[in-house]
């Protein structure tokens, strides 16, 4: 039997899930998590084989969710879920260590799938997100510049572009004020951009922003 936690700050999401999964002989649902926190402490509490990660949650986002759980345990299998398209976020959170990513109006079939490919060990690449990647590499200059980021550069853009300052960003994230001027100097300089307004800009008609 698979253990799968599921983190989704929407109840309904959460109750779909576990009326589907119920159906299932391989693969049970024995965590709910509403915000990154509670995320985080599911994953602590090594309860589960796979965790079922949603980008938009209140608090600590999904994004630096993601990275906190694979700093500390690089090999725990989570799958983002999201209502963004594949290419706005997934060649990103695949480089933070996401094992899969699917979009929300995904067949439940399919996420099913995912969590068994992930559970045995392995990434979940499906047919539209192997296009994106294949189109990574063929095509570098075609992608968008903010898949060209680092893991710790998106995930510091995304603040950026929220109109967080560089004190918030760096005692959110326990940095260094001087480590987040360093990577906003880094992100800038990739993107081309000059302002923090010319972040939100971008991140806005990228539909990186709910």
Known sequence: MIRVAICDDHQIVRAGFKQFFSE??????VA?????????????SEVCDV??????????NGVDTLRTIKQGQPEFPIVILSMFPLQDYAVNLLKMGANGYLNKE???????EAIRTV?????????AMG???AQNVEQPAANAVHTTLSDREFQIFLHLAK???????????????K????YRSRVMEKMGLRTNSDLTYYAIKSKLLD
């Open 131 to 133: 296009e994106i990647l």
């Open 119 to 127: 559970a045995a060990g392995h990434r979940y690449v499906g047919n």
């Open 24 to 29: 299932t002989t391989d693969i049970e649902i």
């Open 32 to 44: 709910e998590a509403a915000n990154g926190k509670e995320a985080l402490d599911i994953a602590r």
């Open 106 to 112: 995904c067949d439940v079939e399919e996420l099913a």
């Open 51 to 60: 965790m079922l990660l949603d980008i938009n949650m209140p608090g600590q």
């Open 163 to 177: 109109g967080e300052t560089v004190s918030d960003i760096a005692k959110f994230l326990s940095l260094s004020v």
């Open 179 to 182: 480590t987040v001027s360093t």
